[in-house]
């Protein structure tokens, strides 16, 4: 029986050099990293400020019937399973269940995933403080890949002997080279990328992507386009790889089925910056979009590359739209001299709803990370964490209710669980066929700089700067695509 676990998420893959879903070994941001730190981390290590772990506790009066040991567990951990019945083997013991991430927290796009690592030490603190999963704490432990290919493989090798799940897998590439040891370890991870491969079975079996991926989020925002803007010709530019080839498919397919034409294709012609060629010469893809003069520029790359390809662009007379896969923007490009462009010439794609945005399940992750960290300014990022463990913890759960907590009945549990979002993303389940689940909505958003107001989440309602203008949206190219593999298959 599938059971269904109501919880509260919301994720954009944005960060200020770019998602980290990258395309070849080098697809690489243009912002510094900071050190962070690696290995096992406690997810409790960090007391969240103000606040206090809830008594769970309370004293049995003369006239109430002593509980049952049984009942004990029950209201202890919420499931109906002992939890000193669960089947369990690698990353579960009687006390602990250990999480693994494979983290980029100092290589290209560090930025971006501290601040996802960020939300998820938030989220573990509250899951503990609230007695936990199965009457178990949990504890992160956490390994830097770096964003590299090769230190992500070794690292997986440290994790495997160590963990039950891996709530977060950092990139395209990185996971795509540990698929099949997931498949042979019997090991769940959660990638931060949205390659469309990850729901073909013979490729990411154990990989489950989350939300809409980067082909289909290009059907739905080429069609949005064409509803409701006055497009007829289009370029395509893209880094190279999985996320690149992903999103520039995506848009290559819909200018065929709506009739538009494609002046300027520069899949792949865009360089991704790496460490040690931060700031690539992009003068001949600009040169394209100039001299082609589309009415939009549909781009799969990330933020350092968009500024540098827009402002020149721009600053050469194109006056046209401009647009992409979500990890393309990052709200924090409003802090640059971009913003006033960004401001008239960008519309926004993203996988889910943003910061602040009025839906029921917003409040308690605003109300919890605001308690936690009151210091941190407001961020889109914080919730992609956010959602990657909430999606964990269902897994967790259902295993537990399963009474199987070994790493192959957590497998079992994830291709049973459908979460509910409270209206921050699209429900989502892993069962059955992927045609039947893969999910098909995305959100259009207007770059505002008047709603810009980046704040610390303790000083009050803070926002990224957006105006919502359809979501969740389905095309209907996205409701008609059928999923028979990959969109790019490199």
Not at 174 to 184: E, F, R
Not at 396 to 413: H, K, S, Y
Not at 460 to 488: I, K, R, V
Request: proline content about 5%; overall charge negative.
């Amino acid at each position: 029986m599938r059971m269904k676990w109501r919880y509260v998420a919301v994720a954009a893959c944005m960060g200020l050099v770019a998602a980290a879903c990258g395309g070849d070994d080098d697809d690489g941001g243009g912002a510094e990293g900071t050190e962070a730190p690696t290995g096992t981390e406690a997810a409790g290590t960090e007391a969240p400020a103000e606040t206090e772990a809830p008594d769970t506790t309370e004293a049995a009066t003369e006239e109430t019937e002593a509980p049952t040991e049984e009942t004990e567990a029950e209201e202890e951990t919420g499931a109906s399973v002992d939890p000193a019945s669960i089947e369990t083997d690698v990353g579960v013991d009687d006390t602990t269940i250990r999480v693994g991430m494979l983290a980029d927290l100092s290589g290209a796009f560090a930025p971006l995933v501290q601040e996802i690592v960020e939300a998820q030490r938030v989220y573990w603190d509250d899951v503990n403080a609230n007695g936990g999963i199965a009457g178990r704490q949990v504890e992160l432990v956490v390994e830097d890949n770096a964003y590299d290919v090769a230190l992500n493989v070794e690292k997986y090798q440290i994790l495997k002997d160590q963990v039950a799940i891996i709530s977060q897998a950092t990139g395209s590439p990185h996971t795509a080279a540990i698929a099949q040891d997931l498949v042979n370890d019997d090991m769940i991870a959660i990638p931060l990328s949205w390659y469309s491969g990850w729901a073909d079975p013979e490729l990411g079996e154990n990989a489950l992507e989350t939300y809409n991926s980067y082909c289909i989020e290009s059907l739905n925002g080429i069609e949005w386009f064409v509803n409701n803007r006055d497009i007829q010709t289009m370029a395509i530019i893209s880094f190279p790889g999985e996320y690149g080839g992903d999103g520039a498919e995506g848009a290559r397919r819909a200018a065929e089925e709506l009739g538009i034409e494609i002046v300027y294709d520069g899949t792949g012609q865009v360089t991704p910056p790496t460490a040690d060629n931060p700031n690539p010469d992009q003068s001949a893809v600009t040169s394209q979009i100039v001299s082609s003069n589309p009415d939009l520029v549909w781009a799969t790359i990330n933020p350092a590359s968009l500024a540098a390809i827009m402002a020149g662009a721009v600053g050469q007379g194109y006056q046209g739209t401009w647009s992409g896969n979500s990890p393309t923007y990052s709200w924090k490009l409003l802090g640059t001299e971009l913003a006033p462009l960004l401001d008239q010439y960008f519309v926004a794609s993203t996988y889910i709803v943003t910061w602040g945005a009025d839906v029921p399940g917003m409040a308690e992750v605003i109300e919890k990370m605001t308690a936690a960290r009151p210091d941190l300014v407001v961020s889109d990022v914080y919730i992609l964490g956010w959602t990657e463990a909430m999606l964990t913890q269902a897994i967790l759960e259902q295993a537990a209710e399963n009474g199987d907590m070994t790493r192959a009945g957590i497998v079992a549990a994830a291709k049973e669980v459908e979460v509910s979002f409270d209206g921050l993303a699209p429900d989502q389940t892993w069962a059955g066929e992927p045609n039947d689940y893969i999910v098909r909505e995305s959100y259009i958003y207007d770059v505002t700089l008047d709603a810009y107001n980046p704040i610390p989440l303790g000083e009050g309602e803070g926002s990224t700067g957006w105006e919502l203008l359809e979501g969740p949206y389905t095309s209907d190219l996205a409701e008609a695509y059928e999923f028979d593999g990959p969109c790019y298959v490199g």
